[in-house]
């Protein structure tokens, strides 16, 4: 029974974050405990300990009242983000070289090269970001790295601020920049280069919201 609990938590957990990411379930939108249930089809003692978890991760809030809402990240919270992925990433970057699998890389630069010269953005760019991103997380061997860089990528996927059109198509051509320096063992030349790519996503955040250049 304790299994089937621990199921039924991890799996409302889950769904709950996806609604949350895919604004299913906006900022400032209150978790309805009862209709939550009944739409996931688990009691409420798993239910309230993903609302726990969620808690606990900061990504929603208690009321005075006791209602749960899912909080709101704004602007701030996703400059503050891409400085860490700056520090983190690129560090991540180096560290990958020579440890992620030849057949994965040419998986990853198949992928981009689909996608490189069209004119327009689609779900393969972001399928192919994540993709790259996360390969190098999971092949940076400090597992610690890891998990603060998955933490900050999907905290930025949460923070009300709109994408910035057009980056992805720039995007394109600094991920196979990574890669190439990837495939080709350059330690100090992944770090650069990722290091340029997420200064550069920055930027353009910054410049789209209208800050001064830091």
Known sequence: MDDLQDSAHERSYKNLLDRIISREIGPGEVLEERRLATELGVSRTPLRAAFNRLLGEGIVARLSNGSIIVKAFGATELLELLHVRIVLESEAAALAVGRVPAQKLAAVRQELEAILNQNAESQQDWTADNTLHELIADHC?????????????????????????????????EHMAILDALERGDADGARTAMQTHLTNVREAYLGSLGYLPQ
């Not at 061997?141 to 009300?160: E, F, P, V």
């Open 141 to 173: 061997g400090n597992r610690t790295m890891a998990g603060l860089i998955a933490d900050a990528r999907m905290r930025g996927r949460l923070c009300n601020v709109e994408r910035i059109e057009g980056r992805q198509l720039k995007a394109r051509h």
